[in-house]
């Protein structure tokens, strides 16, 4: 059993869970499947027999289908939000669909898992949401018995304070790790920013305990992403206006998490600024200049060169000194010119590792980061993530070998056979090719045309796909082509459809 596995059962067996399925097979054994976690599982199969329940008894958490009968998963949420604000809230659903996706987002869903269920994303999703409660209970607890400590003032239960606050200290770098877990590229950045900023602080003249404090807030400066949800904190495309607000929210929930305990409210007022601009053009306050703590203005400038001096998402890394007349550039602009001056100076002789990347690099990594870039159809990747592929690749320069199919006469067997058989057939095809090429990445493009991206250059004979495939009966013909990334370099799939189309005109 992995370690997420036995975090998983250690923690939720306190904790009782509402599941409403219209599925009645999937119900059950899902339900059965959560039984194995949690104290008490109470299932539904519509939402208004959910909402019946939900109302009659109190649920730590409630997973629920999207499309059922008598009353649909999102307007049963909308009403169990209506009587319990922070209620913990799970969506499983066969549908993608960008209108229920940000439904879900507005509703503050901590996870939408797409059916067929992946069970290890499922435990994922369980164990942050388990993990929020127990933080929250320790935070109930912690201040409850602070609170009761200086109202008795009996000097004994400072022993029991410590206690406490090495439990509460070992949740929140649980926490930590868990956002870390999500996307390695933050863990790494969290402990850069920390070291910059620590650094920075000493050569400007704070104390120890001062750089001590800006190191300890570097390090959870992020931590409030652990509300945000994969599909958005692990996009590899632009993000749009609902999205990029919901990142920002971040900043607010990190503090938010610290502030009202007393031993991290100090760092709690470094992180809350760390957004904001020298100019009053950051977020989440606009605040300006003397408003922003000097050792906020620290941590901005600490952030923003790690992440200039790191290979991003559609952005290549920049070198140091590139980095540090960038800073110089925005000084009095986004950045304090004071600690701009130490700044460069401190950071002269930083050392960013070239493998710090943001692109996903285990074979679990790349799956839950391409979860949402699924083709539903063929199950292959779709051409959306096939973009970032090739954009990531000119970083990495991990494939060699762009391998192209066309199936021909596909839009006539369609008007034969009908949709639903022209379904299934993609279907197998994609299966053959992944069957067959396990090395490759296969992608889905323009409707009935596939790709494959490779390190080595891939032997097929059209031949056996047409006769594992029974294409001749079917009338569909295949063509292929092979592009040689060392000498026909491809950057984006705008570029990879120029290239194709000047070869057919």
């Known amino acids: 059993m992995n370690n997420e596995l036995v975090d998983l059962k250690k923690m939720a067996q306190n904790y009782k869970i509402l599941y409403v399925e219209d599925e009645v097979a999937l119900l059950e054994t899902t339900a059965i499947y959560l039984r194995k976690f949690f104290a008490q599982v109470d299932t539904a199969e519509d939402g208004a027999m959910g909402l019946s329940l939900y109302e009659k008894n109190s649920y730590d958490i409630v997973i629920t289908d999207i499309l059922m009968p008598k009353l649909n998963g999102i307007e049963m949420l909308k009403k169990i939000k209506a009587v319990n604000s922070e209620q913990e809230m799970i969506i499983i659903s066969a549908y993608s669909d960008s209108s229920y996706f940000s439904e879900a987002i507005m509703l503050n869903v901590s996870g939408y898992i797409l059916k067929p269920i992946d069970f290890s994303q499922m435990n994922a999703t369980l164990l942050k949401s388990v993990s929020k409660l127990s933080f929250k209970k320790e935070n109930a607890l912690y201040k409850s018995n602070l609170e009761a400590m200086i109202e008795q ?57 001062e750089c001590l404090l800006i190191y300890r807030a570097g390090r959870l400066h992020d931590i409030g992403k652990i509300t945000t949800p994969d599909a958005v904190l692990l996009k590899p495309g632009k993000l749009n206006d609902l999205e990029y607000k919901l990142i920002q929210e971040h900043v607010k929930v990190s503090y938010d ?42 941590m901005i400038v600490a952030d923003a060169f790690d ?38 100076k401190t950071l002269s002789d930083a050392k960013p590792m070239d493998s710090i990347t943001q692109v996903p690099m285990t074979e679990i990594e790349q799956e839950r980061f391409a979860y949402f870039y699924k083709d539903l159809v063929s199950l292959a990747f779709n051409q959306e993530y096939l973009d970032f592929m090739l954009v990531s690749n000119t970083f990495t320069k991990e494939y060699s070998y762009i391998h192209l199919f066309f199936l021909h006469n596909f839009t006539q067997y369609n008007e034969k056979y009908g949709w639903n058989q022209g379904n299934k ?11 067959n090429f396990i090395e490759a990445k296969i992608f889905r493009l323009h409707g009935d045309d596939f790709v494959l991206i490779s390190q ?48 057919k005109s």
């Open 153 to 209: 003032g009996i000097q004994e239960k400072l022993l029991l304070e410590r206690e406490k606050y090495n439990n509460f200290e070992k949740t929140l770098q649980s926490l930590v790790h868990m956002v870390e877990g999500r996307d390695t590229y933050t863990g790494g950045h969290s402990q850069r920013v920390a070291e910059y900023c620590r650094d920075i602080a000493k050569d400007m003249g704070f104390s120890d305990e």
């Open 257 to 298: 998490l610290l502030k009202d305990i007393p031993m991290y409210h100090d760092m709690a007022e470094v992180i809350r600024h760390h957004h904001e601009s020298f100019d009053g053009t950051g977020y989440p306050n606009g605040f300006k200049e003397d408003e922003i703590p000097m050792l906020s203005h620290i």
């Open 307 to 344: 992440a200039m001096t790191t290979s991003r998402i559609y952005k290549a890394r920049i070198d140091v000194e590139k980095a540090i007349k960038e800073l110089q550039m925005l000084s009095s602009k986004q950045f304090h010119p004071d600690v701009v001056k130490v700044a460069v």
């Open 425 to 435: 057939l993609l279907k197998s095809f994609a299966k053959y090719l992944k069957d």
């Open 456 to 503: 080595k250059e891939i032997e097929c004979k059209i031949e056996s796909i047409m006769e594992a495939l029974d294409l001749y009966k079917k009338k569909i013909s295949i063509t292929q082509k092979m592009i040689n990334l060392h000498e026909t370099p491809i950057d984006t799939l705008r570029m990879l459809e120029k290239k194709l189309n000047a070869k």
